[in-house]
């Protein structure tokens, strides 16, 4: 009897292959197919056009890079058991289920609970439902499976997440400086003493692919019309909740007005099934739609916050690294007197903020280098390392955003 294998057409790695039967399971349930409809970038379509990829193909290709270290370390004798292998291509598939539309930006705003929460929630949901199919990949998501390294691959500093989306988000951005040689950091991929690490050779890989994470983050996560954007949406969000909040009437789609009309807790996740029900329910529709009715709220400032995302008149955004009180308060007289805004709204036009970019945490789980000699080092420790010498440094920069009068 054949196998029935799954096979997607990616335009980023060619042809995927799923070849087993749960993960095909996992892949056709609701929930996951949601992902569909919640884009990877948020806003960074206001700035890259295509960057209209959504949280399905960056979860279809994280799996599939799981699969690929999974079959090097395979041919190391590290990796033998065929149910761990299954497992942690399910951990990679489902490590961004939790994930919300517009996911950061929701998170700070609507539903209060890391989305890293509500992805453990709903993996114990769909484990409950499968009968215990997931049971080992939670295990590898939360960190509690004895074989660390598998943990590894799902979330470290070196991980099939963010090689994943580097590549991707670069593909669709048009942004070349995110590509990275994913392939060749996965043939040099081991483990020693039950920790992932890369054999010496390639290092240099290792460093192109933390160059290539700072060089996106400032050109595309932290560029500064998306920065804008994204701070537009979450002020829209604020100033939503605020108004559900007196009581005041909004319109919103059902399963988005479940949400603006209540502040939930993750207990409340956990003990009340509907909510997690109508969570994964939520995506990109829901608020766009209610965010273009909005438009013509009587509430003046949702309605001027909602007319500018709609139109692309976004904050303008200013870095500066001095005098920065002057330059509000100047700022913030210009739109209070230009447009007539009173003051406890002000806020919503004028504020300031800090973008940070921490490209290589040294206070994170460190990447591991096995030298020919046999030795284990940090990456920082390797002899003329870049990462020691400038990457390992976090930037901050100041901005001011405001409307223009």
Not at 180 to 188: A, F, S
Request: charged share 25%.
């Amino acid at each position: 009897m054949s196998i029935k294998v799954k096979i997607v057409n990616d335009p980023v790695y060619g042809f995927l292959r799923f070849p087993e039967p749960e993960v095909i399971k996992v892949i056709n349930h609701p929930w996951f197919q949601r992902l569909r409809n919640i884009k990877q970038m948020g806003m960074a379509q206001l700035v890259y056009p295509g960057a209209v990829h959504t949280r399905l193909h960056h979860s279809l290709g994280a799996c599939h890079l799981m699969g690929k270290a999974l079959d090097e370390l395979k041919t190391k004798d590290i990796v033998t058991d065929k149910d761990e292998c299954t497992a942690a291509r399910l951990a990679a598939l489902l490590h961004d289920i939790g994930h919300g539309p517009f996911s950061h930006s929701l998170e700070n705003t609507i539903v209060n609970v890391p989305h890293e929460t509500l992805t453990k929630i709903i993996m114990q949901r769909m484990d409950s439902e499968f009968g215990g199919l997931l049971t080992k990949a939670i295990q590898i998501f939360d960190h509690s499976y004895p074989r660390k390294y598998l943990h590894q691959l799902v979330s470290s500093q070196l991980d099939v997440d963010r090689m994943d989306y580097l590549n991707r988000d670069s593909f669709f951005t048009g942004v070349s400086e995110g590509v990275i040689g994913y392939d060749r950091i996965l043939q040099m991929l081991t483990v020693r003493d039950n920790e992932l690490m890369v054999e010496e050779k390639g290092v240099h890989s290792v460093e192109k692919f933390i160059i290539a994470r700072r060089l996106m983050y400032w050109q595309v996560y932290l560029h500064k019309t998306v920065l804008s954007a994204e701070m537009l949406l979450i002020n829209i969000l604020k100033r939503a909740k605020e108004l559900a909040s007196d009581g005041v009437e909004l319109f919103a789609t059902p399963i988005f007005k479940h949400f603006l009309y209540k502040n939930l807790t993750e207990q409340d996740f956990r003990d009340d099934p509907q909510h997690i029900d109508k969570y994964c329910q939520l995506d990109d529709t829901d608020v766009m739609a209610s965010i273009k009715v909005w438009q013509t709220h009587e509430d003046k400032t949702l309605s001027h916050l909602c007319q500018m995302l709609i139109l692309r008149k976004l904050y303008k955004i200013l870095f500066i690294s001095e005098d920065l009180a002057s330059i509000l308060r100047e700022k913030k007289e210009q739109v209070k007197s230009g447009l007539g805004i009173e003051d406890k709204y002000l806020h919503y036009f004028v504020f300031q903020g800090i973008a940070s970019n921490s490209t290589y945490n040294i206070d994170d789980e460190l990447i591991k280098i096995e030298t020919k000699s046999g030795l284990v080092k940090n990456i920082t420790e390797i002899d003329d390392s870049l990462v020691n010498q400038t990457l390992a440094r976090a930037v901050h920069k100041n901005y001011i955003c405001y409307i223009q009068s």
